[in-house]
């Protein structure tokens, strides 16, 4: 069973309902992607079923829980592949809810990927909360509270996850074994495990480095083959991917520009003779020459740019058109007189 880090604040919160009785029948985990929301629905389902109530980790029972075969669990998840929780899932757990528990100490269901219960799901889903044929605990996982109807939502008790600090990043690269993950790295996920492994694994930092700093000897037709590469490199680093949870394109190209303003941050810093925050120099060498020479009011102009870019993502331009711009953005430094 995976240890659950950091949310000691939520932990904390469920054990003093526990202690007074007061544990909600219903509760909605919701938060960024990749911080544990599954890890601790996980857990506390494992503490219900526990032989040893206390989510031990060794018994026949939590081994169930883990691996999802436990007779008195019930994980609703899109089929393999899909994104959507069809009605026919929701009917089948129904169905397995009104038995009495196989082991009787409980039952419990796991709604994964809440934003995937579509309108009609959700109120059949609805239906179960608020008329349960047997004592089940429902917990509800959605990076987004606002993908449940109102309905479900007033059911349920709704706790906010945030995003992991640094450390705790740190540790769950421990834990699952990935390479110590650089500043670079632990800036751009954000607060999200999921993605600081998909950053660990990819090498996404230095591949995209050393596409910036091959900008500096680029002719602008490179500049339009670079972004290309780029988003082949973005198929590569989706293709094997567990889990089937993708990180979308908007999201590789925000990683994008805030590598990109993360290199301004150092340039700033180059020029007042400062150590750098993110970079070691030797890793934009040829940037790190011209960033040298690069006026203020240059870089806060250039960083504007990138603000607006990532603007652009969200009201849904094409992310390889966005980071192509970007890349000119920067390419263009080059033709700028510096006194
Ligand atoms: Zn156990």
Known sequence: MKTLI??????????????????????????????GKKVLAKNLAAEILCENKNACGICTSCHQVDNETHPDLFVLRPPEGKVLIP???????AEWESLLPVV???????????????????????????????????????????????????????????????EQLREVAK??????????????????????????????????????DNLY???????????????????????????????????????????????????ARLAENQELCYFKADEFKKFSYLMRRTSRDHRLELSKELRAYELDLSLNLSALSVVESALRSFYEMRFVQYE
């Open 87 to 93: 009605i026919d899932s929701v009917r089948k757990m």
């Open 217 to 267: 000897s680029a002719s602008i037709i490179d500049v339009i083959q670079l972004s290309q590469g780029m988003f082949e490199f973005y198929s590569g680093m989706t293709d094997g991917e567990e889990g089937g949870q993708k990180i979308t394109e908007n999201k590789f190209a925000i990683w994008i520009l805030r590598l990109m303003k993360l290199i301004l941050e150092d340039a």
């Open 6 to 35: 950091g949310h000691k604040d939520i932990v904390d919160q469920l054990q003093v309902r526990k202690v007074n009785n007061k544990w909600p029948q219903a509760i909605v985990f919701y938060g960024p992607e990749g911080i």
């Open 175 to 212: 834990q699952n074994n990935w390479n110590a993950p650089s500043v670079v790295d632990i800036h751009l996920a954000m607060g999200s495990a999921l993605h600081l492994s998909l950053l660990i694994n990819s090498n996404f930092s230095q591949f995209t480095i050393h596409c910036l």
């Open 104 to 166: 009787k100490r409980g039952k419990v269901v796991i709604v994964s990927e809440a934003s995937g219960l579509t309108e009609e799901a959700q109120n059949a889903l609805l239906k179960i909360i608020e008329e349960p044929l047997s004592q089940t605990c429902f917990f509800i996982v959605a990076d987004n509270k606002n993908v449940l109807l109102p309905t479900i939502e007033s059911r349920c008790f709704a706790l906010r996850m945030k995003g992991l600090n640094e």
